[in-house]
């Protein structure tokens, strides 16, 4: 009787409500996401190192450097939060890493919703961003990077259409523009095949000169505004990734609590003899 009785009490003191899935599941998440913003961090003070004089962008409030070191700050933060307040059970970290979320949640929800409403506006503001940092394409090599990122990931070229580009000096089609660049587009404009052997840089040289067709032959002719607008649409489902992922930390959270409290509540009755 009393190794039963043992061996019930036994039982009793090794339960535990926490779930090890939803803990683990919860750190790995938040660690490789820790690992990710370290990333960010050094390649955004890398950049800023690199760069020999401050250059003062006009299409941009902040340098892309810059913003790539203060965003990934901020998902250092938050996934420490997450990190360890799940491996440790800490429900103050926990709820921190809840409240950053539910902010980031409802940051993009209202920007969603204002784009939405004032889709005009959103739209022509993204237009003149997007022709002024055209203009400033060779002045900073973090912004050209970031343009030519943008313009090989969706296929694109220019804000609306490919002859944005004489919007630049460099690429101007003007008869009086001296550079070698004159009517041209860059080379993250250009169609290129897997097939080829040998890539051609100078592929985008004179396309402003085409007409539409012509130029679709060798550049991508649409413009980047459309392709992002569409981008945007399709991968709306972030928003209810991150509504789901409020809940992970919230049912650790609920799980901790119930836990402490069968803790308490076999300390206060660890002494019952009828326990």
Same mark, same amino acid.
């Given at each position: ?32 996401? %820790? ?29 892309? !450097? ?5 965003? #990934? ?11 360890? #307040?799940?491996?440790?059970?800490n429900i103050c ?16 929800? !209202? ?21 002024? !940092? ?7 090599? +973090? ?21 944005? %580009?004489?919007? *630049? ?30 890539? *051609? ?7 402003q000169e085409l +007409? ?18 569409? @981008? ?14 409020? !809940? ?5 959270? *609920? ?16 002494? +019952?003899? @009828?326990?």
């Open positions: 009787m009393g190794g039963r009785r043992g061996g019930a009490s036994g039982s009793k003191k090794d339960f535990t409500f926490v779930s090890p899935v939803v803990k683990y599941l919860l750190f790995i998440f938040n660690f490789l996401f %820790w690992i990710i913003s370290l990333m960010m961090v050094v390649i955004g003070v890398y950049a800023r190192m690199a760069k020999h004089a401050e250059t003062a962008l006009a299409c941009l409030s902040v340098d892309p !450097a810059m913003m790539l070191m203060i965003i #990934g700050v901020l998902m250092f933060v938050i996934t420490f939060c997450g990190c360890v #307040g799940s491996l440790r059970e970290l926990l709820q921190t890493f809840c409240v950053c979320l539910t902010v980031i949640f409802l940051l993009q929800l !209202a920007v969603g919703v204002l784009g939405f409403i004032f889709s005009d506006k959103a739209r022509h503001k993204v237009t003149e961003i997007l022709n002024n !940092a055209i203009v400033h394409y060779r002045d900073d090599i +973090d912004l050209q990077n970031l343009i030519d990122f943008g313009q090989k990931e969706f296929e694109c070229c220019g804000g609306t259409e490919y002859k944005d %580009w004489s919007r *630049n000096i460099y690429f101007n089609c003007s008869q009086s523009n001296p550079s070698r660049e004159r009517c041209s587009v860059p080379f993250s404009c250009c169609i290129v095949s897997k097939k080829q052997e040998v890539i *051609n840089t100078k592929c985008g040289q004179g396309m +007409d539409f067709d012509e130029a679709g032959n060798h550049i991508y002719t649409n413009g980047c505004i459309d392709k992002l607008v569409n @981008w945007i649409h399709s991968n709306l489902f972030i928003l209810g990734g991150i509504a789901l992922g409020l !809940a992970i930390p919230q049912i650790l959270i *609920n799980q901790i609590k119930d836990q402490v409290e069968l803790l308490n509540y076999n300390l206060k009755h660890q002494s +019952d003899p @009828w326990s």
